[in-house]
């Protein structure tokens, strides 16, 4: 990525890699950009540089177990996930809402973070994931479990790591074929990097652990649904050729209050917006953040 690329610590040891792309002229705010798996912050390299030249200040961390970020054997709720992104942001000292746009994984952790610090969000943007305790979720892990396998797979302790273990490539080549509209947005560099990322020592076990999360996160959704729907501005984000945008309509409304939140599909793209289709990522990113 065209961008400086940094290590923070926080204050409880965890190391949280980041990568940073400063706004060009004016700047009008800050954009927190959260990847999903089998990524890292490098899913972003094609539209950092793009949302800088509108004008914003574009942070993408590599969540915790992720990259080039700490990999603890703990904390893998996507509340204690959020909070890590909420630790990152004190570091760099910016106290300023900031607008939080998550993908997949990053789309459990951009809403936990809205439901638990929505004074320091000034719009949230997700998708591409079935968030843990709404109707989607409860349906990918029974309707749809041969769709959503890894759902249930990457919660069995330690069976995952052994049998994907030596054969990384083969594992995260089946989600980029499998969920890819557009085949040649991830090129063979591309998978490269990430299968050398999910190669390090302790990788794959951070990351099925974000899964083992679901239920325990589930139960936090719950909670803060009863405590009062999200009222901040809200962008529901789904590939224009994926499964996921059928079920975001009401996956939006059972946790976000009605009228604070839209719902857009990007066309030409699958699972992988970002890098499926940046320009069309970048455009619906920037019109809602700039309409809200």
Known sequence: ???????????????????????????????????????????????????????????????????????????????????????????????????????????????????????????????????????A??????????????????GVPDLPEALVSGKEEIYLSHFYNKLAYNANAIAPADLNYYVKMYRQPGALRAAFRTYAAFLEDADECAKWVSDGKCKVPALGLSGGMSRHKEAAPQMMAEVHEEGTYKVVDVADSGHWIAEENPDGFVKAVVGFIEHN
């Open 1 to 135: 990525m065209d961008c400086s690329y940094l290590i923070a610590t926080l204050n409880d040891g965890i190391r949280i890699a980041y990568a940073e792309q400063p706004a060009e002229g004016q700047e009008k705010g800050v954009i927190v950009l959260v990847h999903g798996f089998p990524q890292t912050s490098y899913q972003f390299r094609k539209v950092m540089k793009p949302l800088a030249s509108s004008g914003y200040r574009v942070i993408a961390p590599d969540y915790r177990g992720a990259g080039l970020s700490s990999r603890p054997d703990t904390g893998f709720t996507k509340s204690v996930m959020a909070t890590d992104i909420l630790h990152l942001l004190d570091h760099l000292s910016i106290k300023s809402k900031v607008h939080v746009v998550g993908h997949d994984i990053g789309g459990m952790i951009a809403y936990a973070f809205v439901a638990q610090y929505s004074h320091r969000t000034a719009s949230v943007t997700w998708g591409e994931c079935p968030l843990p305790g709404t109707t």
């Open 137 to 154: 979720m409860h349906e990918d892990r029974t309707t749809h479990a041969q769709q959503q396998f890894h759902f249930l797979f990457h």
